[in-house]
């Protein structure tokens, strides 16, 4: 203590902000990268900004992109350029456990799904079976924050950021540079688009952007919905004028839409449902468990 004591006022000052910081660090690290100007949004703001199609104001996207709220997730989009050795386990959803409770929310949600499968035509076991898949029935949307992770992936479009953001992939597993390039400016143009999906989303929703948490991958709510469905074809399942996919009788209605509008018809065949699923994940194994599932429900 007295060794404390004895440093002078501006020892004692730098050895307080060193310690700040690295408390800062272990609580967030992903803010205080954030905060290292080799990463802005500078120029992602001045193109959405000159986005003729957009239609977006100055003063909207600069309100968005000069909150606090707003970090550059190093840490979320490094994944996408690193090869995954393991993939999820899809049969956890095939459970007796998984399906007693999939069994229960159909029970507890009876009249939704019911009016629902009248409404759109579309059976509620499938679309139980969707929600199961996705969100655990809505027990959890994502932790990654949407706007963060659309807003990281969009300005890997420019070649300095590009540069930079390399040096920041963990080397372990890490994509050739050459595969990075690629993939990078691909999904930066995908990412763009989703980002301009997600803002009109919130500003005709009246949302806070900075709440929404989703997937690693920009996917929304209970259906998980990247934002340009949401546009597209997500429903106010609840009729209070909003379409929030956070809420259960909204994510059902949306479910229920975007299948039928895929082909979903009653008394479809189980080589057509899988067809149809497909469109919700580009996945065979996804198509498989969801089918699965469907059956046990029915049974």
């Not at 007693?100 to 019911?114: G, P, V």
Request: glycine fraction near 4%; proline fraction near 2%.
């Amino acid at each position: 203590m007295k060794t404390i004591f004895a440093l002078s006022h501006d020892c004692f000052f730098s050895l307080f902000c060193s310690l700040v910081l690295v408390v800062l660090m272990l609580v967030n690290p992903v803010t205080v990268c954030a905060m290292d100007s080799d990463f802005n949004f500078n120029i992602l703001q001045k193109q959405l900004i000159n986005d003729k199609e957009a239609k977006f104001t100055p003063e909207q996207i600069n309100r968005i992109f000069t909150n606090p709220g707003i970090s550059f997730d190093a840490k979320g989009v490094a994944s996408y350029f690193q090869h995954r050795e393991s993939k999820l386990n899809y049969d956890q959803f095939l459970s007796a456990e998984s399906i007693n409770k999939a069994k229960e929310y159909i029970s507890k949600n009876h009249a939704t799904l019911t009016n629902v499968e009248t409404k759109y035509g579309v059976d509620k076991e499938v679309i139980t079976a969707i929600m199961l898949v996705e969100t655990r029935l809505g027990t959890y949307v994502g932790n990654k924050s949407v706007l963060n992770i659309l807003s990281t992936m969009a300005v890997l479009e420019d070649k300095t950021m590009r540069d930079k953001f390399w040096k920041e992939i963990p080397t372990e597993n890490r994509f050739s540079r050459e595969e990075y390039e690629k993939k990078a400016v691909k999904k930066a143009k995908w990412a763009y688009k989703e980002l301009k999906a997600f803002i009109k989303y919130v500003e005709k929703e009246k949302m806070d952007p900075y709440t929404i948490n989703g997937s690693y991958a920009g996917a929304m709510g209970i259906a998980q919905f990247m934002p340009s469905n949401i546009l597209w074809i997500a429903e106010d399942g609840n009729n209070d004028g909003s379409v929030n996919l956070f809420h259960h009788e909204d994510a059902i209605a949306s479910i229920a839409n975007y299948l039928k509008h895929y082909g979903w018809k009653p008394g479809i065949s189980r080589k057509q449902a899988g067809e149809v699923v497909y469109h919700y994940n580009h996945s065979s194994y996804y198509v498989e468990t969801v089918l699965k599932i469907t059956d046990k429900l029915r049974s």
